[in-house]
Each structure stands twice: as C-alpha cells, then as structure tokens.
C-alpha cells in the first residue's frame, strides 16, 4: 500500500455550534471521528443528546419567532447566502481536505464536484429568496383573496455522511432562502465539515439562532429531533429503514411534514443499439462514483442480450483499472468505504451473492492491510430474486442481468421496493420514451447517468421516499400557504 500522505489540516471546530457560538454538550459527552484510510481516530467532538436539541431547538424557535431572518427582505436573505458562498469559496481547499480525512472520499471529487456543488446551491436558492409570492385571487364572492408563502418555520434536517457537506448546503440553502430557521445533525461518522461551515455562515452574517449545527447519533439526537414538538418540519436523508422512524416519530409527536429522501436499487438498461464502449463508461460510473456509496446508483445493470457478452467482458477489464488507493493521491478514483460497519455490510452481500450462485467475475476482496477499502465487484448471472438485485448494498458490486425485450426490462426494472432512480441507454428515442413513461421512479436518465442539478427536482417513488428536493419543488417544501380574504366593499365589477 502506498505511503499514507499526511494531510496539513488542522481541525478547528469540534463543538456543537448553536445561537451563535460554539459550546460544549450539556452532558460534556464527546465521541470520535474515524479516519476510513486506516479506522484510527481523528479527533472528537461534541456529542449532542436530547438537552442539546432542546437547546438548538430554543435559540431556532426564538430567531423564526422573534429574529430578524424571516422578516428581512427576501433581498436581504439572499445577498448574505451569496456572501456565505463566496466565503466557503475561499476556504474550498480547507473544506476538501477536511471533508476526504473526515469521509475517504477521493480530495479531487470534493475540490472540483461536491463542494462547488454545494457553493452553486447556496447560491441557486439565494437567487430565490426575493422571488417568493402568493397568488392573488378571483373569489366567487364578494370578497378578496391572496395567498401568502410563509417559511414553515423551525425545521430539523438530518444528513447522511455519503456527501456530507454537500447534503448539508443541499439541506440549508433552501431553508434558509424561505427565512426558515435551522437545526441541522451531520452524520456520526462525518461531523467536521458541517462545523467549519457553520463558522462561515457565522461571518458571512446569519444571524444567531437561524443555523444551529449539531453532532451526534442518530438514535439519540436524531430520535430526539424527529419527535420534538417544537420542530416544524423535518427534512431527512438516508436509509429507508430511518426514514420510516422519522415519519413514525413524526406521527407520534406534532405530525410534522416529513421529506425523505431515501435508498434505491436503480436499473441501467443497456440496449443492443447502445455504444458499448461509452455504456462501459456509464455503468462504471453509475455504480463506482463515491465507492457505491450513492442512493441512486445504477446497480442494477440490465444487457439486452445481443451484447451482454461484449459488455461483460469489457466490464471487467474497465473495472480492473479503477485507481484504488489513498483518496489524497492524485489519480485516485476508488478510496476506502466510510467506516467497519459499512465495511463488513458490503462484503456480507458479496457472500451472499456467490451463495446465491451469481458468478463473481471481478473484484469481491478487501484492498490493502488497513482502513476500510474494497475492490471494485461484479457479477454476472444475476436473477432478479437474489438478494443483491433487491437490497441496497451502498459499496462497489456491479450486479448484471441478461434481458431480451424492453417490455421485460420495463417489467423487470420495477420489481423492487424502490423507486428513486432508472437510467436508458439507447439510440431509440421511442424506446427511451416508452421506458421513461413505464418506470415507477422519480429521475430517469436517458443516455446519461448521475446527472443531478439545483435546477432539477430529485426525489423518490414508492420506498425510496417523500417529497421533492432541489428546484422549485425543494423551496416550496419550507414554505406554506396562508390564503388571506377580505371583504370588498360594493364595486362596479361586481
Ligand atoms: P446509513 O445506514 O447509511 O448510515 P442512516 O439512515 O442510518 O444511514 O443515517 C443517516 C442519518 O440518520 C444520520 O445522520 C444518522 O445519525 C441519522 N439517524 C440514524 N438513526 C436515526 C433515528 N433513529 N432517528 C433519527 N435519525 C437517525
């Protein structure tokens, strides 16, 4: 293995970040963060329960009830979020570091997509803040109607540690541009990169109280913040299994909205009439991007028979070339899964899928003596019953399935408890609009793959989730319509 680089980033913040300021937990309880590189520790940080969430919700409660961030201007709103994101800007390189040491994602990947990502949604839902309004309407009385859009208020976002600081603007920016105030929990795994950023909110003039960050886990402060009858909404992403806590818990208390954004086992069909060499390309990266671990990766790989043999071998070879290694190696395409237990998950689904009699044709092995690393995986022969066609593995396993017919594939491609996701490849464009049409999910990528965009809504179908995100459907989630009427006094017009 080769030498680890040792990173120069010094850890600056640690401690839950509320009101304002940066404090010990109530309880003074700490926990670690983990290095996925080697499983050695990186530091701690401040570990919220219960107390802690009662405080953050306390100082959200009182900047939406009393603050001045949902009654500024929209104007106003939006110029501090651009100031926020020149800030994170400027500290881009810092954050990258940060977030690789923090997550083993590849540094180039968090320098040049995730957080100018993040950057471009701070400011795609700034340019929103003072474009917000009602309708006016034409009652059948003789009164007058409009509709307000008023921000939701206090709202608890819980984040998942795949993309750790780009959920955490994909989460804030449009909260934050309806003049919502904020709870947000990083990840258990993944908390330093959502502290640095709440430092640069601090500077770049939110005001105390509107962003409150918390670390923690997720059965105590997640729990504690699903079911706080002081928080107004919750936004969550990540497991499906969570997810059904969150609206449980949501039911239980003050049934608050919920947006869930969850797992998937999305189908790439490959037709015969595809270019090979770039559906090589494709697959890869549908399934290889962040090590697998994305909840709309393309896992499941349909082949059209005529070139499921071509395709498979070159697969293979593709896949044997994956750069693995230490993620602040340049180069590096393929770092370490993000911790033990996801660690040992993966590679429980790989047993199981040569049990199961899939043929493993590549890959199924830990990578070097240390950390957490897998190597890339595929296998051919896979049934649609098996449990690697219908679970969500979240690693680097490649399942291809043989198909004849698109009727079979559309069939095929729905027959899981999943719905976030499904991608075409095709020179047929009423072969792909046929699929698009018949596929029960919430994105369908023709000819691509991943492609995810601010100006696009993302969102799942059946259990991948609830609700929309990003878009014009991500900021109406943190807004709700007052309808306001009054009487007219006799007019002409009437
Ligand atoms: P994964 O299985 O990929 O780690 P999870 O759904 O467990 O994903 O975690 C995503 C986020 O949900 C994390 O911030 C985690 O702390 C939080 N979480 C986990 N369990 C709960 C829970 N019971 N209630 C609320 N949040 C939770």
Redesign the pocket.
Known sequence: MAKMPSPSVTVKYTKLFINGEFVDSVSGRTFETFDPRTGDSITSVAEATKEDVDVAVKAARNAFDHGPWPRISGYERGRIMNKYADLVEQHLEELAVLETLDSGKPLAGCQYYEIPEGIKGLRYYAGWADKIHGLTLKMSGPYQGYTLQEPIGVVGQ?????APLLMFFNKISPALACGCTIVI?????TPLTAFYAAQLAKEAGIPPGVLNVLS????I???A??KHMDIDKIS????T???R??ME?SAKSNLKPVTLELGGKSPLVIMDDADVEEAIKIAHMAVYANMGQVCCAGSRVFVQEGIYDEFVKKAVERAKKQMIGDPFLPGVEHGPQIDKA?FDKILEYIEFGKKEKATLLTGGQIWGDRGFYIEPTIFCDVKDTMKIAQEEI?GPVMSILKFKSIEEVIERGNKTMYGLAAGILTKNIDVANRFSRALRVGVIWINCFLVIDKDCPFGGFKMSGIGRESCIQGLQSYLQVKSVICPLQESPWL
């Open positions: 819980i984040i998942p540690w795949n929990k990083s990840a258990e795994q923690g886990f997720g059965e402060a997640g729990a913040m699903s969550f992403t990540g497991s299994e969570v997810g806590l969150i818990a996801q979240f």
